[in-house]
């Protein structure tokens, strides 16, 4: 798996389950070069935090969402899945 893959999968909790649990990704203090890739192409959000150490938070967007869902066998992600506002609802819950 190629690392960007690794972090979108990670961000939702993947690299565990084959259904997402979660949304995001704790950076600490510096930018991480590939989510700042992910922020710009609009798969991916930022909010500078006090959590996660005064750092950073990134949370894959639903444009990211469904890129995983149209690769979900790269991804491990369970192939039930095909509308990913529903399954980005689900998570947010």
């Known amino acids: 798996m190629f690392k960007h893959q690794e972090m979108l999968t990670h961000a939702l909790g993947l690299n565990y389950k084959k259904i997402p649990?979660?949304?995001?990704?704790?950076?600490?203090?510096?930018p991480i070069k590939i989510w700042?890739?992910?922020?710009?192409?609009g798969y991916a959000t930022r909010r500078d935090t006090s959590e996660c150490s005064g750092g950073?938070?990134?949370?894959?967007?639903?444009?990211?969402?469904?890129?995983?869902?149209?690769?979900?066998?790269?991804?491990?992600?369970?192939?039930?899945?095909?509308?990913?506002?529903?399954l980005m609802e689900r998570i947010e819950r």
């Open 56 to 86: 950073i938070y990134y949370h894959v967007s639903v444009k990211g969402l469904d890129h995983i869902i149209r690769h979900a066998s790269v991804y491990g992600l369970d192939k039930r899945f095909k509308d990913a506002e529903k």
């Open 21 to 30: 649990f979660r949304n995001y990704y704790c950076a600490g203090k510096n």
């Open 36 to 41: 700042e890739f992910f922020v710009k192409k």
